[in-house]
């Protein structure tokens, strides 16, 4: 199971930009989906996910300004990011659990991470 992200890039504080995630690879499910961040000299926190189960969720820092979406047909999620603050300025990373089909036609669990995309958000 592969996680490929894209978006992202350089932003003007009060702009907008979306972050897009897709997966590949034998997908049997998708429990969980999302996007965290490492800012510089910061730990990696959660942003947003959505769940199967237990529906969206966000960071404090960014409801009401982010927005996570899911194609559930797709396998793909969006981060929907507005009114950015450099305080967001971060390596955003794509994250997904779930089942995917694996040797002699079994169904294994899988958590794995997109490579990474730079949101720099300047003043």
């Known amino acids: 199971v592969q996680l490929q992200a894209s978006g992202g890039g350089s932003v003007q504080a009060g702009g907008s930009t979306r972050l897009s995630c897709v997966v590949t690879?034998?997908?049997?499910?998708?429990?969980?989906i999302g996007w965290y961040r490492q800012g510089p000299g910061n730990q990696r926190e959660l942003v947003a996910e959505?769940?199967?189960?237990?529906?969206?969720k966000y960071s404090d820092s960014v409801e009401g300004r982010f927005t996570i979406s899911r194609d559930y047909d797709e396998h793909r999620a969006y981060l929907q990011m507005d009114g950015l603050k450099p305080e967001d300025t971060a390596v955003y990373y794509c994250?997904?659990?779930?089942?995917?089909?694996?040797?002699?036609?079994?169904?294994?669990?899988?958590?794995?991470w997109g490579q990474g995309t730079l949101v720099t958000v300047s003043s």
């Open positions: 994250h997904a659990e779930g089942s995917r089909y694996g040797d002699y036609g079994m169904v294994v669990d899988f958590r794995s």
């Open positions: 959505v769940s199967s189960g237990s529906g969206t």
């Open positions: 690879g034998s997908i049997f499910s998708i429990n969980v």
